[in-house]
């Protein structure tokens, strides 16, 4: 099956298909050994060779990603008017993006990054990337919990996808989800008559809070940000 450039370099971890588009218009792209530059143009990723040409790296700049662990009440967001954003936390990261939004009633991981395969890995329609989060209930929480959020629950925008969910204690779960819906996971409990008292989300794909406390960040490693470019051509992690 062929498909264009943008989307081979897009799927292979290689760049965001945004990114691809600047390294052909700069002749940054070869097929077979030819420069490319139309937008265009189809390869066979079985039969033709595509590489990104010295000085790539050059025009794509610098990749940061870090992790955070966004303290409740604090606004996923670059807009002063809906509270005390993220950025006013840490001024230093203002140039990079917010990777998959958390409410402000919730805590925990939250990943900023200015990195557009790592975005896709997290954010894209192909719900490729696990996010795990931890949730304390007031009520007890019912026996068939696993049985529903695994097959689905019906909400306002339609069917949520197959959640895997692990009962910790009679009022604390894991849910695993491949989609980030607003507010899903206190929808679902809403139908469920269950009541959130708390949120937060402990795991995005292989980057997890680990030792991390409430306010604290750090920089993701290598390793862990070639596995959100693997995610694009192997499947779900």
């Known amino acids: 099956m062929k498909l264009r450039i943008q989307k081979y370099l897009s799927e292979q971890g290689i760049c965001s298909r945004r990114e691809a588009e600047v390294f052909i218009k700069e002749g940054l792209v070869s ?33 940061t990603s870090v992790v955070i662990y966004k303290p409740k009440g604090i606004v996923s967001s670059r807009v002063p008017e809906e509270g005390k954003t993220v950025y006013d936390l840490y001024p230093q990261f ?22 557009g395969v790592v975005t896709k890995a997290v954010t894209g329609d192909e719900h490729l990337t696990e996010k795990e989060y931890e949730v304390t209930v007031r009520e007890d929480i019912p026996t068939r919990i696993k049985r529903l959020f695994e097959v689905g629950i019906k909400l306002e925008d339609g069917l949520t996808l197959p959640a895997k969910v692990k009962v910790l204690s009679p009022h604390i779960f894991r849910i695993v989800l491949h989609e980030g819906r607003k507010h899903q996971i206190r929808r679902m409990c809403e139908f469920m008559r269950l009541t959130v008292v708390k949120l937060k989300r402990v795991r995005v794909g292989p980057v997890t809070l680990g030792k991390l406390n409430v306010g604290e960040h750090r920089t993701l490693s290598k390793e862990e940000v070639a596995e959100f470019k693997e995610v694009l051509g192997r499947g779900r992690i």
């Open 31 to 63: 097929v077979n050994g030819k420069v490319v530059r139309e937008m265009g143009v189809q390869i066979d990723p079985d039969v033709d060779k595509v590489k990104l040409l010295r000085g790539g790296e050059k025009v794509m700049g610098e990749k």
């Open 94 to 115: 203002l140039k990079l993006n917010i990777v998959g939004r958390l409410d402000k009633e919730s805590e925990g991981l939250l990943l900023l990054s200015n990195d």
